[in-house]
């Protein structure tokens, strides 16, 4: 009798963690989703950030939560207004949490791509707000995360394509130095032969997203490649609209394309 009560009090016990489980995951699962849709399809970074910070109170140390606040922080750091002569130091210390979320969610779950992509995004706002080449170790640690994320090859398209832009464009900013210049400060493996191949892989697995068309845009620019940079330009022109970014992105290819149509 007693082997049969325990046995009793065990199975009530574990349908009883089962059920609860069940129920944190699907608690978990409907803030994620208010938070996605408010910044994917809403743009509404401040709405997200509030949602998002409620579940992080709610299921602390969650590696789910913690990149999309970091995605978030990022968001809110690029639209803040410019009304004050601090707003660098403001936007840099914004820039700062995102990258403290992301580092994170990388070390909870460092067998996921997305923390690593995060941690890229954040980490590369910085380098830009501090100057690339006075930071060196922050633009190689960029450039970490995101092999480590192409390694692991996990996320969807979106992130692996991410991954691949974020490598373009940082091979893109540090070869406008002299690379005699720039290898003594170890950052000589960037050239714009890596930033075309990664800027083409990146649009080969997401094929419509106007930002990576735009920069790969202004990557021929700069080499004087017009007719490929034009080609790029009416891609962003027939891709949809995917990011609260992507109006001004529109507006900006269409003025390229119209200075450079006789070139």
């Known amino acids: 009798m007693k082997i049969q009560k325990y046995f009793f009090v065990f199975a009530v016990a574990f349908i009883s963690m089962c ?8 608690a978990l699962e409907e803030y ?18 509030e949602v998002l910070q409620a579940a992080d109170k709610k299921f602390p140390s969650n590696w789910e939560v913690y990149w999309r606040l970091s995605r978030t922080y990022v968001y809110v750091a690029e639209k803040m207004p410019d009304n004050s002569g601090e707003k660098k130091d403001a936007q840099l210390a914004v820039y700062q949490k995102a990258y403290d979320y992301a580092d ?18 954040a980490n590369g706002r910085i380098a830009l707000f501090k100057g690339v080449f006075s930071v060196s170790g922050i633009v190689n640690a ?10 692991l090859g996990n996320g969807g398209n979106y992130v692996q394509g991410l991954a691949h832009y ?14 005699p210049a720039r290898s003594v400060i170890g950052l000589g493996w960037a050239s714009m ?14 094929p419509d997203y106007r930002m990576f068309y735009l920069d790969f845009a202004k990557a021929y620019i700069k080499e004087d490649e017009y007719t ?21 992105q529109l507006a900006e290819a269409k003025s390229l394309l119209e200075k450079i149509k006789n070139k």
């Open 166 to 179: 974020i490598l373009a464009r940082t091979n893109d900013k540090v070869s406008e130095k002299w690379a």
């Open 19 to 26: 059920f609860y489980n069940i129920a944190y995951g699907q």
């Open 142 to 151: 960029v450039k970490a995360d995101c092999q480590k994320a192409i390694s």
């Open 193 to 206: 032969d890596n930033a075309f191949k990664e800027y083409s892989t990146a649009i080969k697995i997401c």
């Open 228 to 248: 490929k940079a034009k080609e790029m330009l009416r891609k962003v022109i027939d891709s949809p609209k995917h990011d609260e970014n992507d109006d001004e």
């Open 104 to 121: 994170k969610a990388v070390k909870i779950a460092p067998d996921k791509s997305v923390t690593y992509v995060r941690r890229a995004v």
């Open 32 to 49: 994620l989703k208010k938070g996605d849709n408010y910044l994917d399809s809403e743009f509404n970074n401040q709405k997200a950030l």
